[in-house]
């Protein structure tokens, strides 16, 4: 690796949100070193009659879920957004400041069935995920209230999740939150300075090295991204500039769920357990305004680091002065790469890559 980057300490640029994170490759020489303890695989039913999620259960305030067949999508029971507006509005003296913010919050239940992940689904089930995504993203963007749309998903209970059920959310608001806000003006800076797009230039930079990238197919790209923070981080990049979903070809639909299966299924495969971690969609704001910058992808960060039940911490230093890990991000992408080219192998598919062998 140029530079010595798998052995000595430096710095690394995210260009999407123009912050660094220290890398520190000597305290960890790979992630899997160490005790790996045995762990308890629950086996969930296909139907748990106390699951609030699950089709003909009734959810708190006595409503009762239809006996749905595909996906399903209702306003949260216990939303962190609502509809009302003024009121909250403070400002002393420019510093101590508040602003009312109206939204919407909608949970999209993935399948009728309690114990399907997206890893586990076919990726023709997965392909109505992504429809609903579409067209939840439109009916929410459209409304005069609504500036950004947040699709994500915590998976695993060491990542928040309060039910096991299979299931996203969608978080509508009036403004643009702090994450994608930053990528808004990362991205749009850099179109201005260089007149290109920023996740275009850097997509055909990770092609050419090859170091990091882990599956694709014929519309997206699986990498892990050079600036990552969590051990397994991985993004998936349209290899089309699209700013967001609705934008997506019927061919890039299916190939979208199809690396999402893909992507999960590698996951599962680390640890050998269901892989927790928080992911979701970054797209560009709903506002009628024009961002040629944006580039739509997808983001996932898995908190667990050598094993199944050790987990990296954003602690200490991270807390108190910027985010730093221990292992680099081709390492990480060299584990994941590996279990990808079997998987390849195993199921006879031709859509995984294995840059380091050469595979396109």
């Given at each position: 690796?140029?530079?010595?980057?798998?052995?000595?300490?430096?710095?690394?640029?995210?260009?999407?949100?123009?912050?660094?994170?220290?890398?520190?490759?000597?305290?960890?020489?790979?992630?899997?070193?160490?005790?790996?303890?045995?762990?308890?695989?629950?086996?969930?039913?296909?139907?748990?009659?106390?699951?609030?999620?699950?089709?003909?259960?009734?959810?708190?305030?006595?409503?009762?879920?239809?006996?749905?067949?595909?996906?399903?999508?209702?306003?949260?029971?216990?939303?962190?957004?609502?509809?009302?507006?003024?009121?909250?509005?403070?400002?002393?003296?420019?510093?101590?400041?508040?602003?009312?913010?109206?939204?919407?919050?909608?949970?999209?239940?993935?399948?009728?069935?309690?114990?399907?992940?997206?890893?586990?689904?076919?990726?023709?089930?997965?392909?109505?995920?992504?429809?609903?995504?579409?067209?939840?993203?439109?009916?929410?963007?459209?409304?005069?209230?609504?500036?950004?749309?947040?699709?994500?998903?915590?998976?695993?209970?060491?990542?928040?999740?309060?039910?096991?059920?299979?299931?996203?959310?969608?978080?509508?608001?009036?403004?643009?939150?702090?994450?994608?806000?930053?990528?808004?003006?990362?991205?749009?800076?850099?179109?201005?300075?260089?007149?290109?797009?920023?996740?275009?230039?850097?997509?055909?930079?990770?092609?050419?090295?090859?170091?990091?990238?882990?599956?694709?197919?014929?519309?997206f790209i699986a990498v892990v991204p050079f600036w990552s923070i969590w051990p397994f981080e991985?993004?998936?990049?349209?290899?089309?500039?699209?700013?967001?979903?609705?934008?997506?070809?019927?061919?890039?639909?299916?190939?979208?769920?199809?690396?999402?299966?893909?992507?999960?299924?590698?996951?599962?495969?680390?640890?050998?357990?269901?892989?927790?971690?928080?992911?979701?969609?970054?797209?560009?704001?709903?506002?009628?305004?024009?961002?040629?910058?944006?580039?739509?992808?997808?983001?996932?960060?898995?908190?667990?680091?050598?094993?199944?039940?050790?987990?990296?911490?954003?602690?200490?230093?991270?807390?108190?002065?910027?985010?730093?890990?221990?292992?680099?991000?081709?390492?990480?992408?060299?584990?994941?790469?590996?279990?990808?080219?079997?998987?390849?192998?195993?199921?006879?598919?031709?859509?995984y890559t294995d840059r380091k062998e050469g595979k396109i």
């Amino acid at each position: 690796m140029r530079l010595e980057l798998n052995e000595k300490s430096h710095r690394r640029f995210n260009p999407l949100t123009g912050e660094w994170v220290l890398v520190s490759p000597h305290r960890t020489n790979r992630p899997w070193q160490g005790k790996v303890e045995e762990t308890f695989t629950e086996i969930k039913p296909e139907y748990d009659p106390g699951c609030y999620l699950c089709p003909g259960n009734e959810r708190a305030g006595g409503k009762k879920n239809p006996d749905y067949e595909d996906t399903f999508v209702f306003e949260n029971d216990y939303s962190a957004l609502n509809n009302e507006q003024g009121g909250n509005d403070i400002n002393i003296d420019d510093i101590i400041i508040s602003e009312s913010e109206p939204g919407v919050c909608r949970v999209v239940c993935f399948s009728p069935k309690h114990n399907l992940t997206l890893a586990e689904m076919e990726a023709e089930k997965i392909l109505a995920v992504v429809d609903t995504w579409i067209r939840e993203f439109g009916e929410l963007g459209k409304r005069a209230e609504i500036n950004y749309v947040q699709i994500f998903e915590n998976k695993g209970e060491i990542m928040g999740c309060s039910n096991p059920h299979p299931h996203s959310q969608i978080w509508a608001t009036r403004s643009v939150p702090v994450e994608p806000l930053k990528e808004t003006i990362q991205q749009e800076d850099f179109l201005k300075a260089r007149n290109t797009c920023l996740l275009c230039d850097y997509l055909r930079l990770e092609t050419e090295l090859g170091e990091r990238l882990v599956i694709d197919n014929d519309d997206f790209i699986a990498v892990v991204p050079f600036w990552s923070i969590w051990p397994f981080e991985t993004m998936i990049v349209s290899k089309r500039h699209i700013k967001n979903i609705s934008e997506f070809t019927a061919a890039e639909k299916k190939s979208f769920a199809e690396i999402l299966k893909g992507i999960t299924s590698v996951y599962d495969k680390v640890f050998n357990v269901s892989f927790p971690y928080s992911a979701g969609i970054h797209q560009a704001p709903t506002d009628d305004k024009e961002y040629p910058g944006w580039h739509f992808h997808y983001h996932f960060y898995p908190p667990l680091l050598r094993s199944a039940v050790i987990k990296k911490f954003m602690v200490g230093f991270e807390m108190l002065a910027g985010p730093q890990k221990d292992f680099t991000a081709e390492t990480g992408a060299e584990v994941l790469k590996k279990i990808a080219s079997i998987n390849m192998i195993a199921q006879g598919e031709n859509n995984y890559t294995d840059r380091k062998e050469g595979k396109i």
